[in-house]
Nanobody, 116 residues
Framework: QVQLVESGGGLVQPGGSLRLSCAAS????????MSWYRQAQGKERVLVAR????????NYADSVKGRFTISRDNAKNTVYLQMNSLKPEDTAVYYC?????????WGQGTQVTVSS
């Protein structure tokens, strides 16, 4: 079965950095696009970044462009989100996501809190 397991969240000061990881299993990872979403308390879940199967193309939400970088290692079945210059408004639960055989799969989420 498809499993997505996020890690790397935590508490960081404004201006700091974190790297999130998502380990995938149960499907041919190298053939599918992967995404990171986030959901702040009381708000809807929104797309943060997406990367195609080969890693050759990415896209980002306007709010994170120039600060966040999505990447993947198909040999390790892992997708990453490098987050730099973090702001308090980046505080949210971050979720890994994929669409496999017309069904959406989500990880359990990892909390990122940006606060001094």
């Amino acid at each position: 079965q498809v499993q997505l397991v996020e890690s790397g969240g935590g508490l960081v000061q404004p201006g700091g950095s974190l790297r999130l990881s998502c380990a995938a299993s149960g499907f041919t990872f190298s053939r599918y696009s992967m995404s990171w979403y986030r959901q702040a308390q009381g708000k809807e879940r929104v797309l943060v970044a997406r990367i195609i199967s080969t890693g050759g193309s990415t896209n980002y939400a306007d709010s994170v462009k120039g600060r966040f970088t999505i990447s993947r290692d198909n040999a390790k079945n892992t997708v990453y989100l490098q987050m730099n210059s973090l702001k308090p408004e980046d505080t949210a639960v971050y979720y890994c996501h994929t669409l496999y055989l017309f069904r959406e799969y989500w990880g359990q989420g990892t909390q990122v809190t940006v606060s001094s």
